[in-house]
């Protein structure tokens, strides 16, 4: 996966389409990504010791990687990237303005 924890992307498909957020958490098998305060659900959760009120709370789920494009930090804009090879390390680079990550 071209995605890595601390990126930052844009939503390209659903229902949160168009916002951006930082990656909190890649999931590579699965080929998902945690985002912060994007795709938010509510969930019921039962009085226990560490949530003793209890009640409906929000949480983000991970979205598909596919569904999700990389901001170039020098371009500022969503953009594909690519691997290269400098000094035989790999390395991602965007493929709009050719700067490395």
Same mark, same amino acid.
């Given at each position: ?15 949160? %389409?168009?916002? @951006? ?10 080929? &998902?990504? *945690?985002?912060?305060?994007?795709? /938010?659900?509510?969930?019921?959760? %039962?009085?226990? @010791? ?10 983000? &789920?991970? *979205?598909?990687?596919?569904?999700? /494009?990389?901001?170039c930090p020098k371009c500022k804009k969503p953009s594909k990237m690519k691997f290269d ?9 965007c493929k709009k303005c050719k700067k490395q990550l």
């Open positions: 996966m071209k995605i890595i924890k601390g990126d930052t992307i844009s939503v390209i498909a659903g229902k949160d %389409k168009g916002r @951006e957020g930082k990656v909190e958490r890649v999931y590579p098998k699965s080929e &998902r990504v *945690l985002i912060e305060n994007i795709n /938010m659900f509510k969930k019921h959760v %039962k009085k226990t @010791e560490e949530t003793p009120q209890g009640g409906i709370i929000e949480i983000s &789920r991970p *979205l598909r990687a596919s569904n999700v /494009m990389i901001i090879r400098v000094d035989g390390k790999k390395v991602r680079v």
